[in-house]
């Protein structure tokens, strides 16, 4: 049995570098998760208190300070919805062009991709700068949520595009192949079967973008802007939940307590948006491996 | 129509006078007389400048079965998809020579892709089926080509499953989703798809060889039903299969790093006296 030493795990050398390389491991594993429990812990040790339905549906008072965050939530929604509405349509037209119309090393598709991928990694204060140069001054849409949802969707563009061209290539080429083996268009075999099966893929990618969206100060500061009134309409200014915490904690002397709890509020949120992505993808790995 | 039967003509017949085509037969019923349907001469694909295979000239007879052999990455499979133009699906693909079906001219550039590929469906080595229902299946090539009516729809379903041997096995259950069937009856919806746009053509790529041996001699004695009404061209590695059912047989080979024909004849003759020496071989087992 002492012939192979070099395979020999029992040697007290093998034994200790194998429990080294393990205790690493589970050592990186736990800060990772301990500063995630730390977080939620904290948020939960000052905000919880806080939060109660009253919280969620009255109006923030005296700068926020006291009072709720229903007008914030409600601009949040409002500027989500502009975000989606938007990006939705045109991720899933620009994916489609980029799987279905394009070749994956043609000039057009590789422009494209690069261009994305460019997009994807342009800090968040510069897209707002570029939302207020170009939607809330050069469209004339002021600071609104409309300027806001607009910027966001630019935002959440690029890995919404992504996560769609990656749902719509892992389709198996058979079924396009069979589809034009019966003379049927692409248009047909897209609608009917493409997209469907891809749908999944889709929703998560959107999920990934509301999540990146909801999470978003930077690029909203300059857009939707700082009014934490009741919005009245798309073109009124409207405070994202974000923008709220920045500003409890850095402008408004004694506004920690409501801070806290509004990120309790925006991380609640997250968690439950994160769970039905990795709920849907899950359900698109399931999907393709019974399909297969 | 001209309707081969499942006898095989060949057996004591003077042989071929070339050795590509196969003259017709002097004696025996008129019902018999081969007649040639695809007609391909010269034809040769490359992709990206590296030929697939050159220099393939043969005949395919109506209402016959006539199987491709030889072994892999001689062509078989980008010869079949050049008759219904599925070639030009691929990038980088060229084809050179004529491909003619009933005197007309498949690589006519003016010609209507969608109609050719109607009247010459297509069947897959995977069965894949789209991840619909059994019904949708069917229905969505038919609708396609522009028939919405109801009844009309129905029967036509019926029809190519009553065709395929399914509908008793599942004439109770067409919302059920295709996926959920068995690969062998997979491939018997997907041959029923190609069928329900009543073709003239059936262009198969190895069939069987996904399937399970019970299920492949179910998807077999199918195509073998199929004789007479269809032209057949089926690309398959089971020699013992090609044999069984074939009509006439083609065998390819790679010389000079591209596929060509090596020798085209009646399915009996090809295997039981091959003019050849490397289809004997093949035929034998000896070789590929």
């Known amino acids: ?292 | 129509m001209t309707k081969s039967t499942g006898s095989e003509p060949g057996q004591n017949k003077p042989a071929p006078a070339t050795p590509f085509t196969v003259s017709p037969i002097v004696a025996g019923p008129t019902c018999c007389v081969p007649e040639c349907q695809i007609r391909i001469e010269d034809l040769a694909v490359s992709y990206k400048g590296v030929p697939a295979f050159k220099d393939v000239t043969l005949d395919i007879y109506r209402g016959c079965i006539t199987a491709f052999i030889g072994p892999s990455g001689c062509g078989k499979t980008s010869l079949l998809s050049s008759i219904n133009r599925l070639t030009d699906m691929i990038a980088g693909c060229s084809v050179e020579g004529l491909i003619s079906i009933d005197g007309q001219n498949v690589r006519d550039p003016t010609l209507d892709v969608r109609a050719l590929r109607r009247r010459v469906g297509m069947i897959f080595q995977k069965p894949n089926p789209f991840p619909l229902s059994i019904r949708r299946n069917l229905e969505m090539p038919l609708r396609e080509h522009g028939l919405t009516n109801r009844a009309e729809l129905d029967s036509r379903i019926e029809k190519a499953l009553k065709d395929v041997g399914l509908w008793p096995e599942i004439h109770g259950r067409l919302d059920a989703p295709a996926l959920a069937l068995s690969g062998g009856q997979q491939q018997r919806l997907c041959i029923a798809r190609a069928l329900v746009l009543e073709p003239a053509v059936l262009l198969m790529d190895e069939p069987c060889s996904a399937l399970d041996p019970l299920s492949s001699g179910v998807v077999e004695d199918l195509i073998e039903s199929l004789r007479g009404r269809y032209t057949v061209v089926i690309v398959t590695h089971n020699l013992a299969q090609a044999r069984r059912i074939a009509n006439y047989a083609a065998f390819f080979w790679v010389k000079e790093r591209a596929g060509t024909l090596i020798e085209f004849d009646f399915c009996r003759q090809l295997f039981e006296a091959p003019k050849h020496e490397l289809t004997a071989a093949y035929v034998n087992g000896q070789r590929g």
């Open chain 1, 1 to 292: 049995m002492r012939e192979s030493r070099a395979f020999d795990l029992s040697s007290p050398r093998a034994a200790w570098r194998d429990l080294s390389l393990q205790a690493a491991a589970w050592f990186a594993a736990a800060i990772v998760a301990g500063m995630f429990l730390w977080l939620l812990f904290d948020l939960l040790w000052h905000g919880a208190a806080r939060v109660d339905w009253t919280f969620l549906t009255t109006t923030p008072k005296s700068s926020g300070r006291s009072g709720g965050i229903a007008p914030i939530l409600a601009s949040t929604l409002l500027i989500l919805f502009v975000a989606i509405a938007v990006a939705a349509p045109l991720g899933l037209a620009t994916a489609v062009l980029l799987s279905e119309y394009t070749r994956r090393e043609g000039r057009l598709g590789q422009m494209i991709g690069l261009s994305l991928d460019v997009l994807a990694g342009v800090p968040s204060i510069v897209v707002g700068l570029f939302g207020n140069a170009f939607f809330c001054v050069w469209l004339g849409l002021g600071f609104s949520i409309l300027a806001g949802g607009l910027t966001l969707a630019c935002m959440i563009l690029p890995i919404l595009i992504r996560t769609t061209e990656s749902g719509l290539r892992q389709v198996p080429d058979e079924w396009r192949l069979s589809a034009e083996a019966l003379g049927m268009s692409r248009a047909t075999i897209l609608i009917h079967v493409l997209i469907p099966v891809a749908a999944p893929a889709l929703i998560a990618g959107l999920m990934l973008g509301i999540g990146r969206a909801m999470a978003e100060t930077a690029a909203l500061v300059f857009t939707s802007g700082y009014v934490d009134r009741m919005p009245a309409s798309f073109l009124d200014s409207g405070r994202a939940i974000s923008v709220h915490i920045y500003d409890l904690t850095m402008n408004v002397a004694g506004g920690d307590k409501n801070a806290y709890a509004s990120a309790l509020v925006l991380i609640a949120l997250l968690i439950i948006i994160n769970g039905i992505a990795v709920a849907l993808a899950d359900r698109a790995l399931t999907r393709r491996v019974s399909a297969a």
